[in-house]
């Protein structure tokens, strides 16, 4: 947990006892934590944002990394910026942060033209520097929302909120961190954290890099602990590459995580102890669930502690000191309510004592007035063993306004001897576990048996109401 008197992650590292084993690792350079300490990855400029807003926009991961760790406690404010954010929404992002300094890669330097912002340039390379910055003040630290549709919408977080949640592991050894997050988001940043609060050292994948290569790296730094979205894992599942890695601990969030994935994760890697937890850019950390079943025990929502939980209108609400203290430029949008807590628009049902996802209140399907949430649909069909992954999604009918369908990746190859015969046979099946589980207007009229499924930038797969 963060001491009270750490300011910037620079205390952090200035205060760690020793950090020359452990390193950030990209694909072609590994840095030093100790680095940061010794010398400047911003050509020795950070005299200069002192104070400042500052946007750090940079190709590659492993620089907003390095840059974040230079500026925290020196920078007023660091604004995060995601890799995916469409070039439309820059100027607004600028505007509405305040921003008055900019960090990006020196190929980029030419390419960002915004009035008489400082641009400064970042890079992997260290600058050996003299004179010792201090840290003035805690940064409030920006990060942007995943959403697909709009402006994304800014959250101030502060380095208190982010590494709350963050407690000290009880490991036998040093932890090999790797993610399939990106730290310029929520979850890879509490990844990022994680490495800096601990004793342990982590692997970036690098922009464009194949799954398989980062899957080999992985497996070559000897990873121990691994997290993604369960969209990430069901990808991982199906690369030749999977058993590259032998993780000690394997986490998921971001999405439901169905009983299917948790089983095949404990079978593919059965050394390893497998959970999810729920987190939200908004709301933080909220709870981390290592019991190999889906849903979450009612008496964390009956319980009290650090964070506390409501259900309200089958809606999950949180609150406890993780969450972000506001929006930027979002002036009708609050984070909590008049209580403190965040409504996460995340549905829940209890059945017996434990509460199982169903899905995001915006993903609804109407189907002749009757709710469907496609992601309980899609626990049902991915329970199938020739199932990888599915995507349930609505289309328009002239008699119920929509109908279900489902988008479904097999394991079996197409052109393989009787595959035709067998996909037919599959057909039926899923067809026949939906009757078995769901109320008749859940059960999708059409499957598309499809190659693929496209996933986000934020390790999501793209659903259209998103």
Not at 122 to 142: A, F, H, K, Y
Not at 165 to 177: L, Y
Request: a negative charge.
């Amino acid at each position: 947990m963060l001491p009270r008197e750490v300011t910037s992650l620079r205390s952090i590292l200035r205060s760690a006892s020793d950090c020359s084993d452990r390193f950030l690792y990209g694909a072609e350079v590994k840095i030093c934590l100790s680095d940061p300490l010794r010398g400047s990855f911003l050509g020795g400029r950070l005299p200069e944002l002192s104070g400042r807003s500052v946007l750090i926009r940079t190709h590659d991961q492993l620089e907003t990394a390095l840059a974040v760790m230079e500026l925290d406690g020196v920078a007023r404010r660091l604004i995060i910026c995601p890799p995916d954010l469409p070039p439309k929404h820059l100027s607004s992002v600028v505007e509405d942060a305040g921003v008055d300094a900019i960090v990006t890669d020196a190929a980029l330097l030419e390419q960002i033209e915004f009035g008489n912002c400082l641009k400064v340039a970042c890079s992997s390379t260290m600058v050996p520097t003299n004179g010792v910055v201090i840290d003035q003040w805690p940064s409030e630290w920006v990060l942007l929302t995943s959403g697909t549709t709009g402006a994304p919408k800014m959250l101030i977080h502060s380095l208190r909120t982010l590494t709350a949640a963050i407690k000290s592991r009880n490991e036998a050894g040093p932890i090999i961190w790797g993610t399939f997050y990106d730290m310029r988001r929520y979850g890879g940043l509490q990844i990022f954290l994680r490495t800096i609060l601990g004793n342990g050292s982590l692997i970036l994948s690098s922009v464009d890099e194949p799954l398989g290569d980062y899957l080999v790296r992985l497996g070559a730094h000897a990873v121990t602990h691994i997290l993604g979205t369960p969209s990430h894992w069901r990808r991982v599942l199906m690369s030749p590459f999977a058993h590259e890695i032998a993780p000690h601990y394997v986490r998921l969030s971001g999405e439901i995580a169905d009983q299917a994935i948790l089983d095949r994760l404990r079978s593919v890697y059965p050394h390893a102890g497998v959970t999810h937890a729920f987190a939200s850019t908004e709301a933080g950390v909220g709870f981390e669930v290592d019991d190999g079943f889906e849903g979450f025990p009612a008496s964390i929502v009956n319980g009290r502690g650090e964070v506390e939980f409501q259900i309200e209108d089958n809606s999950l609400r949180i609150r406890s000191a993780r969450a972000a203290a506001c929006y930027i430029g979002a002036k009708d949008l609050t984070v909590a309510d008049d209580q403190g807590f965040v409504d996460t628009g995340d549905i829940v049902e209890l059945r017996g004592e434990r509460y199982f996802f169903l899905g995001r209140r915006g993903g609804v399907i109407n189907v002749g007035g009757l709710k469907v949430h496609p992601e309980e649909v899609e626990a049902v069909i991915n329970r199938h063993p020739e199932v990888r992954m599915s995507r349930v999604r609505s289309r328009r009918n002239p008699v119920t306004g929509s109908i279900v369908v489902a988008d479904v990746v097999l394991k079996l190859q197409r052109d393989c001897s009787g595959a035709s015969a067998r996909i037919a046979e599959i057909e039926q099946e899923i067809l026949n576990l939906c009757r078995e589980t769901l109320a008749r207007h859940k059960i999708p009229t059409a499957i598309y048996f499809v190659p693929n499924l496209e996933v986000s930038a934020s390790g999501k797969v793209i659903r259209h109401y998103a």
